[in-house]
């Protein structure tokens, strides 16, 4: 079955950064487009990123851009977020999610990786 | 912009509930609903207006059109307490309603 498992949470400072891994297992990972969708605590969720199958193509919500790189290595069925330049509105549990199969809403999603940005 | 109608829903078990979201826009009928539960992550329950996704019971039910779309759940069951959102997948960004809360 499919099985997403984030990491790489934690509690940083603002203006710190942080890597946030997802391992994909019981799919072919190369063939999916995938996302990172995040939650603030008592609050609803915000699509934060996509990456085509093969990494060529990102997308991201405006909030992040020039702060949060998505990257992927097929080789290994992992996921990576790379988030600089943190804020406090960043603190959110993050999911990865694998895209569905008539583009894009969200299939699968991993149990999520809390982040707390907070000085 | 998704907007979901009530926030909030109290309901009794075996009632027929039926949940709204609006967008700002016509989405061409991509739109997906989750459900999820406290300490959960979301579960896909319906994609493409109507179509339910793999494992999902029956009493689970997507329609609509437009600009207005509905989840039903025909008759509720305990499980079911959770909180439903909508998703748009028509433009970027992807986007989600903020959420109805079903209350049991």
């Known amino acids: 079955q499919v099985q997403l498992v984030e990491s790489g949470g934690g509690v940083v400072q603002p203006g710190r950064s942080l890597r946030l891994s997802c391992a994909a297992s019981?799919?072919?990972?190369?063939?999916?487009?995938m996302h990172w969708v995040r939650q603030a605590p008592g609050k609803g969720l915000e699509w934060v990123a996509v990456?085509?199958?093969?990494?060529?193509?990102?997308f991201y919500t405006d909030s992040v851009k020039g702060r949060f790189t998505f990257s992927r290595d097929n080789s290994q069925n992992t996921l990576y977020l790379q988030m600089d330049n943190l804020r406090p509105d960043d603190t959110a549990v993050y999911y990865c999610?694998?895209?569905?199969?008539?583009?894009?809403?969200?299939?699968?999603w991993g149990q999520g990786t809390l982040v707390t940005v907070s000085s | 912009v998704m907007t979901q109608s009530p926030v909030t829903l109290s309901v009794s078990p075996g009632d027929r509930v039926t949940l709204s979201c609006r967008a700002g826009?016509?989405?061409?009928?991509?739109l997906a609903w989750y459900q999820q539960k406290p300490g959960q992550a979301p579960r896909l329950l319906i994609y493409?207006?109507?179509t339910g996704a793999t494992g999902i019971p029956a009493r689970f039910s997507g329609s609509g059109s437009g600009t207005e779309f509905t989840l039903t759940i025909s008759s509720l069951q305990s499980e079911d307490s959770a909180v439903y959102y909508c998703?748009?997948?028509?433009?970027?960004?992807?986007?989600f309603g903020g959420g109805t809360k079903v209350e049991i």
């Open positions: 493409g207006t109507s």
């Open positions: 826009q016509s989405i061409n009928g991509k």
């Open positions: 990456i085509s199958f093969d990494g060529r193509s990102k």
């Open positions: 019981g799919f072919t990972f190369s063939t999916y487009a």
């Open positions: 999610a694998r895209d569905g199969v008539d583009r894009y809403y969200f299939d699968s």
């Open positions: 998703q748009q997948y028509n433009r970027w960004p992807l986007t």
